[in-house]
C-alpha cells in the first residue's frame, strides 16, 4: 500500500519530542516515592550521584543532585534497599528517563542509626577501636582532667568520688556543653586543648575524663560525632569515656582507653582507694623486713657454718652490728609512721612473730638448701664450680653429696 | 607532673622497691649493700606514707589557654545540683 500522506501528520524534531514527553512525565510525576534497591552506585566528581533503582522485575535510573545529596545522612552502597522520593524526568541528551532523586532513606534502619552504623564500621577500618592501642591508666593519678559540664550531677558525682577515695588527684575541669547543636564539636575542641597542655608539658595529666550524666539517645548523640571520636583517638594522654548509664555504648566509649559505665565509675576504676594503697605500702614494709631479716640469716648461718671449724669469730661480731643496724632501721620506720598506720602495728607484730620462727633450720625446713664447695664456701652463682666437681648441698636434714654435671 | 621535687612519684617508688625486693631474695648482693638498700626501702615508704598525707582535694577551672600556651586556671567550687 502506498504511503498516503495524512495533512494533520505532525513531524517533530526528537528534541521537542523528548521534551514534550518530559513535560508530560515531570507534570504527571511531580513527586513519587519509590522503593527499590541500589546497584551501579556511583559517585561523580560533580557531587552528583547516579545509581539504578531495581527490583525483580524493573529497573529505573536514578540521579541524586550534589544538593539533595548533602542531607542524604547515610552512605549508599549497592545492594542496599532505600526508599527515594523524587520526580520523573527525562535526561534529553540520552533520552533516558530516570527519576531525580531529592530524599533517600535507608529501608528498615532509621538512618540516623544507619549513619551510626556506618561511622562506626569506617573507624574500625581506621583502627580507632583497636586494643592494642588502648593505653594503660595511671595506678595513682596526682593530675586529672575532667571534659564535662560544670552543672549537673555528673561534675558533682566525679568530684565526691575522687574526694572519698583519692583525694591526692588534682582536678581540672574543662567545662562545655554536652548536648544540643555543635556541643560534638566543642567537647572535640575541649579534649584538643588538654591533649595540647598535656603534649606540650604546660600542664600535664594522667587522664581526661569525658562525659556527661544520663539522658535520652538524642541527648548523648554529640558523643557519637566523628570530631569527638577523632580528638580522643589523637589525645597524647590517656582518655576515659563515661556517658549516661551503663547500656547506654557510644562511639566515644569505643575509642576511649578505657570506658566507665558511669561518671562515678570513671573515678572508681582510675583512683585507687587510699586506705588500700596504705595497706599495700604495709606490705611492701612487711617484706622488705622479711627479706632482710631472711638475709641475715643466710649470712649467720654461713658465719656460723665457719665458726664450728676454729677459725674466725670476728665475722659474728660483725654480723651482730649488722642486725642491730637492721632493728635501728626498722625502729626509725616504725616511729615515722606509726601515727599514721594502725594497721602496720598489726602487720609488724605479725611480722616479729614470723621473725621467731626464722631460725637458720627453719629456712631449711620450707624447703630452701645450702650448697658449698667440699672448702666449704657458699655457692651462688653456678660459674663458681666446674663439671666434675664435687658440692655438698645441706637440706633440712642431711646433706647431700654431688658431681656437677653442668654449670 | 605537680610531684615538687622532693616528691618521688609512686610509681616510681614502688618500681624501686620492687627492685629491692628482688635484690634481696635474689641474696647475690653483699651484705652491706643488702642493708643499704633495705635502708633505700624503708626512705621510700617514708616518702609514700608522706604523700598520703596532703589530702586537701585540689579542684581547678581551666578557663582555657593563654598566647603562650600556658594554662588558664581558675578556682572552682562545684555548684549544687
Known sequence: MPPTATPEREVLSVNTLVNRARGHLETNFQTVWVEGEITGFKKHSSGHWYFTLKDERAQIRAMCSSGANRRVRFDPADGMQVIARGRLTIFPAQGSFQIDVEQLEPKGLGSEELALRQLKEKLRKQGYFAPQRKRPLQRWPRRAAIVTSAKGAAIHDMLRQFAIRWPFCEVVLRPCRVQGEGSGDEIAGCIRMVSELHRTKKLQFHAVIVGRGGGSAEDLKAFNEEAVADAIFHCSCPVISAVGHEADWTIADEVADARASTPTNAVTLFTPLHTDVRRNLSEYHARLRENMYRRLQFARQEVEHRAMRPVLKQPLRRLREFEQRLDDIADRLERAVANRLRKSDESVAALAARLESLSPLNILSRGYSLTRTPGGTLLRDAAAVRPGEVIVTRLANGELTSRVEAT | ?81
Do not use: W
Open chain 2, 1 to 81: 607532673m605537680s610531684a615538687k621535687p622532693t616528691e618521688i612519684r609512686f610509681e616510681d617508688a614502688l618500681r624501686e622497691l620492687d627492685q629491692i625486693l628482688r635484690d634481696l631474695e635474689e641474696g647475690a648482693v653483699s651484705l652491706e649493700d643488702s642493708l643499704s638498700r633495705y635502708e633505700r626501702g624503708v626512705n621510700l615508704l617514708k616518702q609514700c606514707h608522706g604523700q598520703l598525707q596532703n589530702a586537701e582535694h585540689r579542684v581547678k577551672m581551666l578557663a582555657g589557654t593563654k598566647d603562650d600556651g600556658a594554662p588558664d586556671l581558675h578556682p572552682f567550687s562545684p555548684q549544687a545540683k
